[in-house]
C-alpha cells in the first residue's frame, strides 16, 4: 500500500467507524484493530482499466472477499479507481465518495462477521439462510450447498453504503449538524448509480425505527454511533433506535425477522429479491409499481408492529407513525406512485392520512 492510498484509507476508515460505532464506542478500538488484520490490502486502479463486480457491472471501486482466511475470518482487498495526487485536486468529493463507500463494505462485512446474532444461521423449509459479507447468502439446508438465487439484500446493501457516505461527506471524521437531514432524505448523495433507489430505502428505515423522535445527528456527535444506538421506551424495554440501521451493519437476517414477524413469512426475502434485480440489470430506476408494492407492505408491517407489539405506549405510537408518514409521502413523489380510492381508504384505516400532507 503506497502513503496515499494509506493516508486515505485510514481517513476513511476513521469516518466509518465514527458514524457505525461512534467515537466513544468501546468496541471502537478492537474494531480498527480487527480491520487492520483482515482488510489486507488497499490499491490503486490506474485510470483507462475496467474493474466489473460480479454480475458485470462496471465499477469505479470495490472491496473483494478474498479466499485466504485470518482466524477463521474472511480477508479484505480494496481497490480504488485511479487516485492520484492530481485526481485529488480535481474531483477530491468523488474520490472521497468512492473511498467511503469501498471501505464501508469492508466495515460492514466484518461487522456481520463479528457480531451477527445468526451465526448458525437459520432453517426456512428446505433453506438454510446466512448473513454473508453484508448480504444473506440461501444454501440447501442438507447439503448446504449454494440455491440457484445464492445471494439476496443486495440493493439494500449498496443503497445502504451510498447513505453512510453521504453523512461521512457531510460530517468528516468528527461531527455533523445534518446526519439526521441524510437519513430522512432532505440532502442529496452524489449522483450515483444508487442516487435513485435510495428514498425507498429511507422509507424502511423510517419503518423500523423504534424511537419516535430520533435525533441522528445528535447520536453521532454525542459519539455513540448509529448501529448499537439504544431507545429506552416507556415501559423501561431498551431497544435499538433503528432495527434498519442494526440490522444492515450487523445482522441482516434481524431486518428479515421482524419484518416477517409482522407482515408474511418470506415477504422481506420476496421484496429484497424484486430490488435486487434492478441492481442485477444495472436499471436506472424502480419502476412505481414495485415501490407500491414496497409501500402497501411498509403500512401494513408499521400498522401491525405498533398495534400488536406491545412496545409502545400511545405517544410512541403517534410519534413512530408520524415520521414514516411524512418519509410515505416523500417516497410517493419522488416515484410518481399514486393510489386508488380504494387502497387510499385502507390506508386512512391502518391510520395513514396522505391528504394530512396537502400534496
Given at each position: 500500500m503506497d502513503e496515499l492510498n494509506e493516508n486515505l484509507f485510514l481517513k476513511y476508515l476513521e469516518i466509518n467507524?465514527?458514524?457505525?460505532?461512534?467515537?466513544?464506542?468501546?468496541?471502537?478500538?478492537?474494531?480498527?484493530?480487527?480491520?487492520?488484520?483482515?482488510?489486507?490490502?488497499?490499491?490503486?486502479?490506474?485510470?483507462?482499466?475496467?474493474?466489473?463486480?460480479?454480475?458485470?457491472?462496471?465499477?469505479?471501486?470495490?472491496?473483494?472477499?478474498?479466499?485466504?482466511?485470518?482466524?477463521?475470518?474472511?480477508?479484505?482487498?480494496?481497490?480504488?479507481?485511479?487516485?492520484?495526487?492530481?485526481?485529488?485536486?480535481?474531483?477530491?468529493?468523488?474520490?472521497l465518495h468512492e473511498g467511503i463507500?469501498?471501505?464501508?463494505?469492508?466495515?460492514?462485512?466484518?461487522?456481520t462477521e463479528t457480531s451477527d446474532k445468526h451465526l448458525l444461521g437459520k432453517q426456512v423449509d428446505n433453506e438454510l439462510r446466512l448473513n454473508r459479507n453484508g448480504l444473506i447468502g440461501i444454501y440447501d439446508a442438507k447439503t448446504l450447498k449454494p440455491k440457484d438465487e445464492h445471494y439476496y439484500f443486495k440493493m439494500f446493501n449498496e443503497t445502504m453504503m451510498d447513505i453512510i457516505t453521504t453523512i461521512g461527506m457531510e460530517c468528516g471524521i468528527y461531527e455533523s449538524g445534518r446526519v439526521d437531514s441524510v437519513l430522512k432524505g432532505s440532502v442529496k448523495g452524489e449522483n450515483t448509480r444508487y442516487k435513485e433507489f435510495i428514498p425507498l430505502t429511507l422509507l424502511y428505515i423510517s419503518a423500523l425505527s423504534n424511537n419516535p423522535n430520533p435525533n441522528y445527528t445528535?447520536?453521532?456527535?454525542?459519539?455513540n454511533g448509529i448501529v448499537y444506538n439504544k431507545t429506552l421506551l416507556a415501559n423501561g424495554k431498551r431497544?435499538?433506535?433503528?432495527?434498519?440501521?442494526?440490522?444492515?451493519?450487523?445482522?441482516?437476517?434481524?431486518?428479515?425477522?421482524?419484518?416477517?414477524?409482522?407482515?408474511?413469512?418470506?415477504?422481506?426475502?420476496?421484496?429484497?429479491?424484486?430490488?435486487?434485480?434492478?441492481?442485477a440489470k444495472n436499471k436506472k430506476k424502480y419502476d412505481d409499481m414495485i415501490v407500491k408494492y414496497s409501500m402497501k407492505y411498509l403500512a401494513?408491517?408499521?400498522?401491525?408492529?405498533?398495534?400488536?407489539?406491545?412496545?409502545?405506549?400511545?405517544?410512541?405510537?403517534?410519534?413512530?407513525?408520524?415520521?414514516?408518514?411524512?418519509?410515505?409521502?416523500?417516497?410517493?413523489?419522488?416515484?410518481?406512485?399514486?393510489?386508488?380510492?380504494?387502497?387510499?381508504?385502507?390506508?386512512?384505516?391502518?391510520?395513514?392520512?396522505i391528504s394530512d400532507f396537502h400534496i
Open positions: 467507524t465514527n458514524i457505525l460505532l461512534g467515537k466513544k464506542s468501546k468496541k471502537k478500538d478492537l474494531f480498527l484493530a480487527t480491520c487492520g488484520r483482515l482488510i489486507t490490502s488497499v490499491e490503486t486502479i490506474p485510470f483507462g482499466d475496467k474493474v466489473y463486480t460480479e454480475t458485470g457491472n462496471e465499477a469505479c471501486g470495490m472491496c473483494k472477499v478474498n479466499k485466504e482466511k485470518i482466524e477463521g475470518f474472511e480477508t479484505y482487498s480494496i481497490y480504488f479507481y485511479g487516485i492520484t495526487d492530481s485526481l485529488q485536486k480535481k474531483d477530491k468529493k468523488w474520490v463507500h469501498e471501505v464501508c463494505h469492508a466495515c460492514v462485512n466484518i461487522l445528535n447520536i453521532v456527535n454525542e459519539g431497544v435499538y433506535t433503528n432495527d434498519f440501521l442494526y440490522g444492515f451493519a450487523c445482522d441482516p437476517l434481524y431486518i428479515e425477522d421482524e419484518f416477517d414477524k409482522y407482515t408474511l413469512k418470506d415477504e422481506f426475502k420476496e421484496i429484497c429479491k424484486l430490488m435486487d434485480i434492478y441492481y401494513k408491517f408499521i400498522h401491525n408492529k405498533l398495534n400488536n407489539s406491545k412496545l409502545f405506549n400511545k405517544d410512541e405510537q403517534i410519534g413512530i407513525l408520524n415520521n414514516f408518514k411524512a418519509q410515505f409521502v416523500k417516497t410517493m413523489l419522488h416515484y410518481n406512485v399514486t393510489f386508488d380510492s380504494d387502497e387510499l381508504k385502507w390506508l386512512r384505516e391502518i391510520g395513514i392520512e
